[in-house]
């Protein structure tokens, strides 16, 4: 069983950064892929972010150049910077991981981009 806790959600005016950061209960190093998915009120949940145990990483569209993945193996954590966020960024957050075709996700972190 693999648990997951975001941290790092808040009230960030436009143009502002978040980093919000994902601990697992397990070596991250043996989890196949982390990700951060956003889900936003009334939408579906959506993939932002992925990044695999051999350190590949993709972004989506609509946040690439704003938005990067990275993790610290050494501390089983997983991070996304986000930068020059937009009101439309505004959505519960969650960290997510698949191993050996299973899906575990954290309880989620709320980000609010307000003036």
């Known amino acids: 069983q693999v648990q997951l806790v975001e941290s790092g959600g808040g009230l960030v005016q436009p143009g502002g950064s978040l980093r919000l950061s994902c601990t697992a209960s397990?070596?991250?190093?043996?989890?196949?892929?982390m990700a951060w998915y956003r889900q936003a009120p009334g939408k579906e949940r959506e993939l932002v972010a992925h990044?695999?145990?051999?350190?590949?990483?993709d972004v989506e569209d609509f946040v690439k150049g704003r938005f990067t993945i990275s993790r610290d193996d050494s501390k089983n954590m997983v991070y996304l910077q986000m930068n020059d966020l937009q009101p439309d960024d505004t959505a519960v957050y969650y960290c997510?991981?698949?191993?050996?075709?299973?899906?575990?996700w954290g309880q989620g972190t709320q980000v609010t981009v307000s003036s």
């Open positions: 997510n991981g698949k191993q050996l075709m299973v899906d575990y």
């Open positions: 990044i695999f145990s051999r350190g590949d990483t």
């Open positions: 397990v070596s991250i190093a043996s989890i196949y892929v």
